[in-house]
């Protein structure tokens, strides 16, 4: 048989099993798992790579680890729980525990990190501004799931899961250490409440501080575009936005 004929199957076999989103949790595991083996296994010609990576990086964006773990271990929607209806890390620990947390927490920075890790290490010429595509589809996953009627998380933690592929693919600290310093910035010195505005402000912030930074341009791109969508996320959500506060943590 011929490779593309093979790699054609297992990419239908992983699309099928994940489209119907009611397959055993294990078995979602081995479809991304042999999709993933797939490329790595066949050469594909550079756009047919590209292509294939976003709708890899978007599919396993759209897994929400949250709405998992409530569905197969605790049998009860947490998200629908939550205050804000996101199912992220901080929710997972606050209304489904310490191995919700773990699981979710685990889960999306996979989602994020596995990716952009693959391309990089799979890809001939990686580095070009398809990386940013790359980079931003596991986010709009994440934001904007297929397999919840486009609902979705913020994207932090899966953020961090890209940026953090970058890293391991030796593109450079700088795009990671950034986003996490932003972070701690406004949240241990200069404290932004309620975290909407918070979320906002850093993914506003974020590309705008790498043109200031030695990161190359396609890189910068791909930070851009996950910025707009973490943003777009963030203006239609439901949510409800107290007052913007902004303290001085020595004033606090």
């Known amino acids: 048989m011929k490779p593309g004929l093979i790699f054609a199957g297992d990419f239908v076999f992983m699309v099928f099993a994940l489209v119907i989103y009611t397959q055993p949790l294990p078995t979602l595991f081995s479809c991304l798992a042999s999709m ?7 050469n594909l010609n550079m756009t047919t790579n ?16 949250f709405d998992l773990y409530g569905r197969f271990f605790v049998h009860r929607d947490l998200a629908a729980e939550a205050a804000d209806h996101n199912p992220g890390v901080f929710d997972a620990f606050h ?3 310490f191995q919700a ?8 920075l996979a989602k994020g990190f596995l990716p952009v890790w ?7 010429d990686p580095l070009n ?23 979705g998380g913020k994207g932090i933690t899966t953020t961090f899961g890209v940026l953090a592929a970058l890293w391991a693919g030796g593109l450079g600290f700088w795009p990671l250490g950034t986003f996490a310093v ?3 910035l406004f949240k241990c010195i200069i404290l932004v409440s309620p975290n909407y505005y918070l979320t906002v402000l850093v993914y506003l912030l974020f590309p705008a501080i790498s043109f200031l930074e030695p990161i190359d341009s396609y890189i910068q791109y791909g930070l851009v575009l996950i910025s707009v969508v973490v943003v777009c996320r963030m203006s239609l959500s439901k949510e409800v936005k ?8 020595w004033k606090h």
């Open 36 to 42: 993933g083996i797939a490329a790595c296994r066949y």
């Open 50 to 65: 590209l292509i294939f990576y976003i709708l890899f990086g978007y599919l396993c964006g759209s897994i929400l680890f």
């Open 95 to 97: 209304y489904g525990g």
């Open 101 to 108: 947390g773990v699981f979710v927490l685990i889960g999306d």
């Open 118 to 124: 693959l391309y990089l290490l799979q890809s001939l």
């Open 129 to 151: 501004y398809g990386l940013g595509l790359v980079m931003a589809a596991p986010i709009l996953g994440h934001d904007f799931s297929i397999f919840t009627h486009f609902r």
């Open 182 to 184: 932003l972070f701690l």
């Open 242 to 249: 107290d007052r913007l506060e902004v303290k001085l943590v």
